[in-house]
């Protein structure tokens, strides 16, 4: 039995696409906030309201040194090191906090 044909045509390819995990960790974030911001901000329990609110203050700051790192790579410079570890922290932040919002014990 002769093996079967693939068909390049089948799936498109990434010209120019890179996939960033960064990018995607902060993306999710700001859908996850945005989804969740109105009920947590109208809960009577004073941790979810605090939790929205610093998640809130976190991707603001996030956002900013991601674009910072975009405009400088854009000039063939990139972000120093503290910086760098800087943008995994506010990943990691951000988790933490949801994990706190989304646990049994606080709703």
């Known amino acids: ?58 991707l603001k700051r996030w956002d900013l040194l991601k674009s910072l790192e975009k405009e400088m790579a854009e000039r063939g410079r990139s972000l120093e090191p503290a910086e760098r570890q800087q943008l995994a922290q506010y990943a990691w932040r951000y988790r933490t906090l949801e994990k706190l919002a989304t646990s049994k014990s606080t709703g």
């Open 1 to 58: 039995m002769p093996p079967r044909a693939t068909h390049q045509t089948s799936l498109p390819e990434g010209d120019g696409l890179t996939y960033d995990e960064s990018d995607m960790a902060l993306f999710n974030a700001k859908l996850a906030y945005h989804s969740t911001i109105e009920t947590r901000m109208a809960s009577r329990d004073n941790n979810l309201v605090s939790i929205a609110e610093h998640q809130g203050r976190l």
